[in-house]
Nanobody, 118 residues
Framework: QVQLVESGGGLVQAGESLRLSCVAS????????MGWYRQAPGKQRELVAG???????NYANSVKDRFTISRDNAKKTMYLQMNSLKPEDTAVYYC????????????WGQGTQVTVSS
C-alpha cells in the first residue's frame, strides 16, 4: 500500500521560508513522477511544482524563482523549498505520486497546512 506523508508546514510571516517534505513508502519511489499541489479555501487544487523520475522540474508561474522542488530517491523523499513566502501562498499543500502508464491510481498525501501572515 502506497503511503505519502507530508511534513514541514506551519505559520510564518511574509518573506520567510519553509521546507516541505514528502516521504513515500510502499512503492519504488524512483520510478515515479511526483508533484506538489496546493488548495486554498474556496479554490481548486492547483499544481505548484512537478519533478519527473529523471528530476526534470516544472513550476507554476506564481512560484517560479521562489520555490524549488527536489527529490532524494535513496530516502524516498521529495522536498519543496519555499522562499519569499507571500500571504497568497497560504494553502494546504499535498504531495502526489503520478500513476505509471497502465496503473489505475494516483496517490496523495494527507496534506500539510502552510499559513503566511502579512
Amino acid at each position: 500500500q502506497v503511503q505519502l506523508v507530508e511534513s514541514g508546514g506551519g505559520l510564518v510571516q511574509a518573506g520567510e521560508s519553509l521546507r516541505l517534505s514528502c516521504v513515500a513508502s510502499g512503492s519504488l519511489f524512483s520510478l515515479y513522477d511526483m508533484g506538489w499541489y496546493r488548495q486554498a479555501p474556496g479554490k481548486q487544487r492547483e499544481l505548484v511544482a512537478g519533478i519527473t523520475r529523471r528530476s526534470t522540474t516544472n513550476y507554476a508561474n506564481s512560484v517560479k524563482d521562489r520555490f524549488t522542488i527536489s527529490r532524494d530517491n535513496a530516502k524516498k523523499t521529495m522536498y519543496l523549498q519555499m522562499n519569499s513566502l507571500k500571504p497568497e501562498d497560504t494553502a494546504v499543500y499535498y504531495c502526489k505520486q503520478e500513476r505509471l502508464p497502465g496503473q489505475r491510481d494516483d496517490y496523495w498525501g494527507q496534506g500539510t497546512q502552510v499559513t503566511v501572515s502579512s
